[in-house]
């Protein structure tokens, strides 16, 4: 009997067997032989204390938690009865989150989910990013993307030139057919046309 002193006995009422390498219940920390280790088969008092319970109060929006699971729905009811900022009239307003543009979709959004379409600056969740998922239209006023920008920059500088072209030819007698100048002397319009877009190496 040179090996008594090693090892434990299993702390199952029904087994008591004699482990030489026994296992430590994490929940209730006695030893048990391999068959009776785990919480479920040696039926563990204190399995149940390890997960937690949340509770969130439907008025307030507090968090409850507690590990034993008797006592989620008494604390509720006390945190209600006592400690709820409606029981005491300081009811805070509940956050406003803004939800997806397109209709139908009831995706709250938040900073991470959150896309800004940059055609039509509709405000959409990941799921209707997409130009094709939420019927993307250009802004009236024009966009705010820059190609939208340098078109309407386009379209202003044409129709000055323009006006500048015709108040131009309704003030001279000669004007350039390739960029549009007037001149008043015939010999200043091809001094102009040689120097311009004649130009001789």
Excluded: W
């Amino acid at each position: 009997m040179e090996f008594s002193n090693f090892g434990e006995h299993c702390a199952d009422p029904l087994c008591k067997q004699k482990a030489f390498l026994p296992f430590k219940c994490n929940y209730c920390k006695k030893e048990f032989c391999f068959d009776h280790k785990d919480a479920e088969v040696h039926k563990c008092e204190h399995a149940q204390k390890g997960n937690v319970i949340a509770l969130i109060c439907p008025i307030c929006k507090i968090v409850i938690k507690t590990d034993e699971p008797g006592k989620a729905d008494e604390l509720m009811n006390i945190h209600l009865e006592t400690a709820c900022n409606a029981s005491q009239g300081n009811v805070k307003p509940t956050e406003n989150h803004k939800k997806c543009s397109v209709s139908g979709c009831k995706t709250k959004l938040y900073s991470v989910n959150t896309y800004i379409c940059k055609k039509c600056d509709q405000i959409l969740c990941l799921a209707h990013r997409y130009e094709d998922d939420h019927n993307c239209r250009r802004r009236l006023g024009g966009g705010s993307s820059r190609v939208n920008l340098e078109e309407k920059v386009a379209q202003i500088s044409n129709q000055e030139s323009n006006q500048r072209r015709q108040q131009q030819q309704t003030n001279t007698a000669e004007y350039c057919y390739v960029c549009g100048m007037g001149f008043f002397k015939l010999e200043d319009l091809i001094s102009h046309a040689e120097r311009s877009h004649f130009s001789m190496a």
